[in-house]
């Protein structure tokens, strides 16, 4: 067994864990946070799969932005800050057998269908941010277009509805 | 590596994600499950991307264009959640019952349990 290979296992390990720690977690700044945990180890092991750029961005974006979005949100819906017991529904064994049949299912196939395919990292090509722009640009220019229209879409949905309805009679409120 | 690691990691973290979206009732909660499911996809596009060496890179690239996807997703949401909690004053989504397909007779009675 490999370094890289050591430390892909050690960060899945974090992963996985931190995860389940976002889903189980009564305190729901501590789920935030965790996922901050699982987000940077998803980012390593991006950079161990020779994903360079978009293990930055990764870092950038989910890390930086939408972490913060979330606390956000939490803090401008009064979220309470302790434990609090309520946060799951009452049945929650469906909700974890059905979880475990997803990863039953997903997994076996996953392991069976690959079982033997080894990813060559030694000759892998990396993608910095050189190779990933020139990629973008060269090849998928009209989907990245496409994409920053959504974002602007996105952008003034967000601010159309965060503005509340004019017409409204309750708008003095949320003003 | 083999290539089953990334992808058994990326089935685990899509199950966890599915188990937060059922189980969590704030809908804060709830999108960070979809988080965990969103990321769990754009590890199998990297370790396919590695494995197959494509010239495209086209998993590298898609992974980039699922994580501006769920940005301006998540970006949305929020704007959403805070809109029901304007209106409603709290954000459970099992509370949330306004939208539900439900007989006429027992509209109240729903209501009255809560």
């Known amino acids: 067994m490999t370094v890289v290979e050591v430390i ?3 960060l899945s390990v974090i992963a996985v864990g931190s995860a389940l720690l976002v889903v189980t977690t009564g305190n729901m700044v501590h789920a935030a946070l965790w996922l901050v945990v699982t987000l940077a180890s998803i980012a390593g092991c991006f950079l161990v799969l020779a994903a360079e750029f978009v293990a930055w961005v990764q870092v950038l974006i989910y890390v930086g932005a939408v972490v913060v979005l979330l606390l956000f949100a939490l803090m401008l819906t009064k979220a309470p800050t302790g434990y609090q017991p309520g946060l799951n529904v009452r049945r929650v ?15 076996t196939t996953v392991v069976a269908g690959f079982a033997g395919v ?4 030694d000759n892998a090509v990396v993608g910095s941010a050189e190779m990933t722009g020139a990629t973008i640009f060269k090849m998928w220019v009209l989907p990245f277009e496409v994409l920053s ?4 879409a996105a952008l003034v949905g967000a601010i159309t509805l965060s503005r509340g309805r004019p017409d409204a009679p309750d708008d003095s409120r949320s003003r | ?12 973290l899509f199950a966890i994600g599915v188990y937060g979206v059922l189980v969590r009732r704030n ?21 396919f991307d ?3 060496r494509d010239v495209l890179h086209g998993g590298q690239t898609f992974a980039l264009f699922i994580i501006v996807i769920a940005a301006a997703e998540v970006g949305l949401a929020l704007a959403i959640v805070l809109m029901v909690f304007r209106t409603n004053g709290h954000i459970e989504v099992d509370q949330l019952r306004s939208l539900a397909d439900r007989d006429e007779a027992d509209r109240d009675d729903v209501e009255v349990a809560r």
């Not at chain 1, 064994?93 to 997994?107: I, Q, T, Y």
């Not at chain 1, 229209?149 to 602007?152: D, H, I, N, P, T």
């Not at chain 2, 590596?1 to 685990?12: C, D, F, H």
């Open chain 2, 27 to 47: 809908a804060v909660l709830v999108l960070m499950g979809v988080e965990l499911m969103l990321n769990a996809v754009n590890i199998n596009l990297v370790a």
């Open chain 2, 1 to 12: 590596m083999p290539l089953w690691w990334p992808l058994l990691l990326a089935s685990l």
């Open chain 1, 8 to 10: 892909f296992l050690l």
């Open chain 1, 93 to 107: 064994l469906p909700a974890a057998l059905v979880a475990l049949l997803v990863a039953g299912l997903l997994g």
């Open chain 1, 118 to 121: 080894e990813i060559d990292l």
């Open chain 2, 50 to 52: 590695a494995h197959f």
């Open chain 1, 149 to 152: 229209v959504l974002l602007l």
